[in-house]
């Protein structure tokens, strides 16, 4: 038995067990219970890296449910995870077609188009978040970047420092331009001394 093969079996132990829970305990419809297995399903083959199965199994439940978000948010990450920015694009893409202020579908969006270097697509997509969600500090930070990556720097610090205003705990990962500027101070301080 194949080690990937292995892995789905002990992936799916959750899933079956939740489904007899489900239909012994909850009064759902055999829709329900059916759609519950078959995302579970996809998410155990998803784990075990058979991707292709995953696939397969979220492309049924679309078939009942073509407008699930859930599904095409995991399709998504998918192949985000699996480097395949090009095939996440256009599932991120239903997720905000569908739900156009579907903030993590517009999020994970912009950062496929920023790991596929298309910048401006991703500033396009970030401003519609900001736009209804001003202090989602990922964002802000993934917008710092963008403009850093086109070489607008004022732009860049600008977004950097609404991220670090948003982020009370101090949690943003800021790099580039303020980080810049932190190392050249300290290579002044070390030329004076």
Not at 2 to 30: A, G, N, Q, T
Not at 31 to 60: P, V
Not at 121 to 143: C, Q, V
Request: with cysteine.
């Amino acid at each position: 038995m194949s080690l990937k093969l292995f892995r789905y079996l002990f992936h799916m132990i959750p899933v079956l067990w939740f489904l007899i829970r489900d239909v012994i305990f909850r009064e759902h419809s055999r829709e329900e219970h059916r759609f519950n297995y078959l995302f579970g399903k996809a998410n155990a083959y998803d784990q075990a890296g058979l991707t292709d199965q995953s696939t397969r199994t979220y492309e049924e439940i679309l078939g009942k449910d073509p407008h699930s978000i859930p599904v095409f948010m995991n399709l998504g990450g998918l192949y985000f995870r699996r480097r395949m920015f090009e095939k996440a694009v256009p599932h991120y893409e239903t997720v905000v077609h569908i739900n156009p202020k579907h903030y993590q579908g517009h999020y994970w969006l912009a950062v496929c188009y920023w790991k596929l270097r298309r910048y401006y697509a991703a500033i396009n997509t970030l401003e519609e978040i900001i736009e209804y969600l001003p202090t989602f500090k990922d964002a802000l930070n993934l917008m710092g970047d963008c403009y850093e990556k086109i070489g607008e720097g004022a732009k860049a610090e600008h977004y950097y420092l609404k991220a670090i205003s948003a982020d009370p705990d101090g949690r943003v990962i800021h790099r580039g331009i303020l980080d810049r500027t932190i190392q050249e101070k300290k290579r002044e301080q070390r030329v004076r001394h």
